[in-house]
């Protein structure tokens, strides 16, 4: 019984992770489990538009990007989040807020002004 029970415990440990970037131009800020999955609560920031080449050390180059932020489950949105895009003119839209089932939302999209 013990020995189940720290199997099951040892699985489920999570760490935050201030910040991993990813090939693509994303960040992530959050909770990962043992094998760096994210899990847990976390944002995710997508580049939408680059001009000109992606440079991590130009982040003027990055105009546009699209944010989730809720719950994560073996990498994919899971639970409630919400997902935004964000202009660099400072502005922002909500798209979705709601449920996510393995990395879909489960309802209508909103549009905020």
Known sequence: MATQLATVLASEIWTWTNKTKYADGSNY???VDRFGKRTGTGI???PVCVYGE????????LLNWMEY???WRNDKPYGWG???R???DGTTTTIYKGIWID??????????P
């Open 86 to 88: 964000h202009r660099g």
């Open 103 to 112: 990395g879909e939302p489960k309802g209508v999209p909103v549009s905020d």
């Open 69 to 71: 932020k809720g719950g």
């Open 54 to 61: 992606y440079e991590p050390t130009n982040p003027s180059a």
């Open 44 to 46: 995710l920031c997508s």
């Open 29 to 31: 800020k959050g909770y």
């Open 82 to 84: 919400i997902i935004s």
